[in-house]
């Protein structure tokens, strides 16, 4: 075996042994599926810079600058992010 093979073997069993041992990769694991924002843990923190931009630039797209509110906090902001994104036409 080449050095090159027996190193591309050894980063393959690697790569094998790291997916087994890691529980994200499981398959049959859910506990990092996407959650309602109203289960979020941080959700009643305020909204974050990120979505405070992408919430003002979704009103202005849908025509409803009354929809944002700078005092949003996270698990409301995605929402309102989410039905605007239906309504300005990106989902």
Not at 25 to 45: A, L
Not at 86 to 91: F, N, R, V
């Amino acid at each position: 075996m080449t050095q090159s093979t027996a190193k591309s073997a050894s980063k393959a069993d690697a790569k094998s042994q790291a997916s087994e041992a890691n529980p994200k990769t499981d398959p049959k694991d859910v506990s990092n599926q996407i959650k309602d924002p109203d289960q979020w843990t941080t959700g009643g923190e305020p909204m974050t810079g990120a979505q405070a931009s992408y919430l003002k630039t979704l009103t202005e797209e849908a025509k409803e600058p009354e929809a944002f509110d700078p005092d949003l906090d996270k698990a409301e902001a995605s929402k309102r992010i989410d039905d605007l994104r239906h309504k300005a036409g990106h989902a």
